[in-house]
C-alpha cells in the first residue's frame, strides 16, 4: 500500500489577526486551528507529518509537540520555498504527499481521503482541492484543459480580465506524488507579481513534463474558507459550531435552541439529553442520557451521569451523578464530586468537596475541601470555614448528620454521623456522633430596652 506523507503549512506571521498568538492557535469551538488539520492526518494513518514553522515557531512546536515533525523556513518566500524545507525529510520516499495550509480547519477527514483517493485512481502526479465560489476575489483561479485536466493556477494578482471570471478556486490543499514533487520544486521561480515562489507552479512544470494535473471540488465550499483575520475565525466558529450542533441532533440529543447553544469540538452528550439556550458545554464534558441542561449552564471539563439536572449554573473539572440536582445559580468548582441524587441548590459554592447520595445544599452556602457523607441536610447559611489564613484545612460531615442554617464550621473539624447542629452555631471541635451540637451565645433580653436606644437617635 502506498505511504501517505503531509506538509503544513504554518510559518507566515499572520499580520491581519492583530494578534500576540500565532493565527493557527486560535481556538475554534475549543480547540486550536491546526488541530482540525493535524487530527484528521493522523486518524488517516499518515507515515510522516511535517509541519512548516518560521514566525512564532516555538509556540506551535510545543503545541504539536511529538505529533508532527518540524521544518523551520526562516525567510517566508512563498508557499514552493516553505514545502522545500521538507525536502531533508521526505525526497527520498516513494508514496503520496498532501500538501495543506495551517490555516484552513473546516476540510473534513472524509474530504482529505476523497482527495487521496481521486489522486491515486486517476494515475496523476499531481491533484488539487478546489472549490466553486460566488465570489472568487483573491483566490488562485483554476484553469482547466478541454478535457477536464487541470492546465494550470494563476494567481488572484497575476489573472487577467477573462480568468477572473472563473469561479472554481485552488482552495491550497495538493496531493503529489511525492518524488515528482521535489523534482518540480527545483524549477519553480519568482517571476510573478508578488516575486515569490508560488506551489501551484509545480502544476505547470509537471504538466510540461507530459504528466497528468487532476482537480476533485469539494462538495462544500464553506470548507475551503481560510482564516486570516477575525472576521474569518468568527465565520469559522460559526461553521465548526454548526457542524457539531447538528452531530448531536443527529445522535439524538435535543437542542431547544441551537442558535443560543455553545458546544465544543470534544464534547460527548448521550441520547435524550435536552440542551436549553444560552449554555457553553466546552474542554472534555462528557454528560450522560436523558439529563437536562441549562438554561445557562456553563461547563467546562465535565462529567455529568444519566438523569442529572443542571440550571443556571458554573461548572469545572467535577462529577455530577446520577439523578443528582444543581442550580439555579450554583458554582461548582474543580475537584469536586456530587453523589446520586444529591443536590446543590441556589447561590452555593462547592469547591474541591464530595457531596454523597441523597446529601442536600439547597441555598445559600459555601463547601469547601470537604467531605460530605450520605443523606446529610446542610441549612441555608451554612459555612465550612476552610482557610486560616495559611492553610486550607478539612471539614468531614459523616452519614446522616444535620446541620442547621447559618452554621460555620471552623476546619479542621469533624461532625459525627447523625449528630445535630443547631442554627447560628459557630462549631470549632469535633462533634460526636448522635450529639446536638449548640456553639452560640445564650440569648439576653432586654425589657424596654429598645425605647433607649431610639432615645439615642
Same mark, same amino acid.
Given at each position: 500500500?502506498?505511504?501517505?506523507?503531509?506538509?503544513?503549512?504554518?510559518?507566515?506571521?499572520?499580520?491581519?489577526?492583530?494578534?500576540?498568538?500565532?493565527?493557527?492557535?486560535?481556538?475554534?469551538?475549543?480547540?486550536?486551528?491546526?488541530? @482540525?488539520?493535524?487530527?484528521?492526518?493522523? !486518524?488517516? =494513518? *499518515?507515515?510522516? &507529518? $511535517? /509541519?512548516?514553522?518560521?514566525?512564532?515557531? #516555538?509556540?506551535?512546536?510545543?503545541?504539536?509537540?511529538?505529533?508532527?515533525?518540524?521544518?523551520?523556513?526562516?525567510?517566508?518566500?512563498?508557499?514552493?520555498?516553505?514545502?522545500?524545507?521538507?525536502?531533508?525529510?521526505?525526497?527520498?520516499?516513494?508514496?503520496?504527499?498532501?500538501?495543506?495550509?495551517?490555516?484552513?480547519?473546516?476540510?473534513?477527514?472524509?474530504?482529505?481521503?476523497?482527495?487521496?483517493?481521486?489522486?491515486?485512481?486517476?494515475?496523476?502526479?499531481?491533484?488539487?482541492?478546489?472549490?466553486?465560489?460566488?465570489?472568487?476575489?483573491? @483566490?488562485?483561479?483554476?484553469?482547466?484543459? !478541454?478535457? =477536464? *485536466?487541470?492546465? &494550470? $493556477? /494563476?494567481?488572484?494578482?497575476?489573472?487577467? #480580465?477573462?480568468?477572473?471570471?472563473?469561479?472554481?478556486?485552488?482552495?491550497?490543499?495538493?496531493?503529489?506524488?511525492?518524488?515528482?514533487?521535489?523534482?518540480?520544486?527545483?524549477?519553480?521561480?519568482?517571476?510573478?507579481?508578488?516575486?515569490?515562489?508560488?506551489?501551484?507552479?509545480?502544476?505547470?512544470?509537471?504538466?510540461?513534463?507530459?504528466?497528468?494535473?487532476?482537480?476533485?471540488?469539494?462538495?462544500?465550499?464553506?470548507?475551503?474558507?481560510?482564516?486570516?483575520?477575525?472576521?474569518?475565525?468568527?465565520?469559522?466558529?460559526?461553521?465548526?459550531?454548526?457542524?457539531?450542533?447538528?452531530?448531536?441532533?443527529?445522535?439524538?440529543?435535543?437542542?431547544?435552541?441551537?442558535?443560543?447553544?455553545?458546544? #465544543?469540538?470534544?464534547?460527548?452528550?448521550?441520547?435524550?439529553?435536552?440542551?436549553?439556550?444560552?449554555?457553553?458545554?466546552?474542554?472534555?464534558?462528557?454528560?450522560?442520557?436523558?439529563?437536562?441542561?441549562?438554561?445557562?449552564?456553563?461547563?467546562?471539563?465535565?462529567?455529568?451521569?444519566?438523569?442529572?439536572?443542571?440550571?443556571?449554573?458554573?461548572?469545572?473539572?467535577?462529577?455530577?451523578?446520577?439523578?443528582?440536582?444543581?442550580?439555579?445559580?450554583?458554582?461548582?468548582?474543580?475537584?469536586?464530586?456530587?453523589?446520586?441524587?444529591?443536590?446543590?441548590?441556589?447561590?452555593?459554592?462547592?469547591?474541591?468537596?464530595?457531596?454523597?447520595?441523597?446529601?442536600?445544599?439547597?441555598?445559600?452556602?459555601?463547601?469547601?475541601?470537604?467531605?460530605?457523607?450520605?443523606?446529610?441536610?446542610?441549612?441555608?447559611?451554612?459555612?465550612?470555614?476552610?482557610?486560616?489564613?495559611?492553610?486550607?484545612?478539612?471539614?468531614?460531615?459523616?452519614?446522616?448528620?444535620?446541620?442547621?442554617?447559618?452554621?460555620?464550621?471552623?476546619?479542621?473539624?469533624?461532625?459525627?454521623?447523625?449528630?445535630?447542629?443547631?442554627?447560628?452555631?459557630?462549631?470549632?471541635?469535633?462533634?460526636?456522633?448522635?450529639?446536638?451540637?449548640?456553639?452560640?451565645?445564650?440569648?439576653?433580653?432586654?425589657?424596654?430596652?429598645?425605647?433607649?436606644?431610639?432615645?439615642?437617635?
Amino acid at each position: 500500500m502506498e505511504k501517505l506523507y503531509a506538509v503544513v503549512l504554518a510559518a507566515g506571521k499572520g499580520t491581519r489577526m492583530k494578534s500576540k498568538v500565532h493565527k493557527v492557535l486560535h481556538p475554534v469551538c475549543g480547540k486550536a486551528v491546526i488541530d @482540525y488539520i493535524i487530527d484528521p492526518l493522523i !486518524e488517516m =494513518g *499518515t507515515e510522516k &507529518r $511535517v /509541519v512548516i514553522v518560521g514566525h512564532n515557531a #516555538e509556540a506551535v512546536e510545543n503545541h504539536l509537540s511529538e505529533r508532527v515533525t518540524f521544518a523551520r523556513q526562516e525567510e517566508q518566500l512563498g508557499t514552493a520555498h516553505a514545502v522545500m524545507q521538507a525536502q531533508d525529510i521526505l525526497s527520498d520516499q516513494d508514496g503520496v504527499t498532501l500538501v495543506l495550509n495551517g490555516d484552513h480547519p473546516l476540510f473534513t477527514k472524509e474530504t482529505l481521503e476523497e482527495l487521496v483517493r481521486t489522486h491515486k485512481e486517476s494515475d496523476a502526479a499531481a491533484t488539487v482541492l478546489t472549490a466553486v465560489l460566488s465570489d472568487p476575489t483573491g @483566490y488562485g483561479r483554476v484553469i482547466r484543459n !478541454e478535457d =477536464g *485536466t487541470v492546465d &494550470r $493556477v /494563476v494567481e488572484h494578482k497575476d489573472a487577467s #480580465e477573462e480568468e477572473r471570471t472563473i469561479r472554481e478556486v485552488n482552495t491550497g490543499t495538493f496531493c503529489f506524488d511525492n518524488r515528482l514533487l521535489w523534482k518540480a520544486l527545483t524549477r519553480v521561480n519568482n517571476d510573478n507579481a508578488q516575486g515569490e515562489y508560488y506551489l501551484p507552479d509545480v502544476l505547470s512544470i509537471l504538466k510540461s513534463e507530459g504528466n497528468r494535473i487532476g482537480a476533485k471540488i469539494v462538495d462544500d465550499p464553506c470548507e475551503a474558507q481560510g482564516i486570516n483575520n477575525r472576521v474569518q475565525l468568527a465565520e469559522a466558529e460559526r461553521e465548526m459550531r454548526r457542524r457539531i450542533l447538528h452531530r448531536h441532533m443527529m445522535n439524538g440529543v435535543t437542542l431547544i435552541d441551537p442558535d443560543h447553544t455553545y458546544i #465544543e469540538a470534544d464534547v460527548e452528550i448521550g441520547m435524550d439529553t435536552i440542551i436549553y439556550p444560552g449554555t457553553i458545554l466546552k474542554g472534555t464534558t462528557r454528560i450522560g442520557a436523558d439529563c437536562m441542561i441549562g438554561p445557562s449552564a456553563d461547563l467546562t471539563d465535565m462529567h455529568v451521569e444519566d438523569g442529572a439536572e443542571i440550571r443556571y449554573s458554573v461548572l469545572e473539572g467535577s462529577t455530577v451523578s446520577r439523578t443528582a440536582k444543581v442550580g439555579p445559580y450554583a458554582y461548582v468548582r474543580p475537584g469536586s464530586s456530587l453523589g446520586e441524587n444529591s443536590k446543590v441548590g441556589c447561590f452555593v459554592d462547592v469547591k474541591k468537596s464530595t457531596l454523597g447520595q441523597g446529601s442536600k445544599v439547597s441555598h445559600l452556602g459555601y463547601i469547601g475541601d470537604s467531605e460530605v457523607g450520605q443523606n446529610v441536610n446542610i441549612g441555608c447559611g451554612a459555612v465550612t470555614v476552610n482557610y486560616d489564613g495559611q492553610k486550607k484545612h478539612q471539614t468531614v460531615i459523616e452519614d446522616g448528620a444535620f446541620v442547621g442554617c447559618n452554621v460555620n464550621m471552623v476546619a479542621p473539624v469533624t461532625i459525627g454521623k447523625g449528630a445535630y447542629v443547631a442554627a447560628g452555631s459557630t462549631v470549632t471541635e469535633d462533634v460526636p456522633e448522635n450529639s446536638l451540637a449548640i456553639a452560640r451565645q445564650r440569648q439576653t433580653n432586654k425589657p424596654d430596652y429598645a425605647d433607649k436606644l431610639r432615645k439615642k437617635d
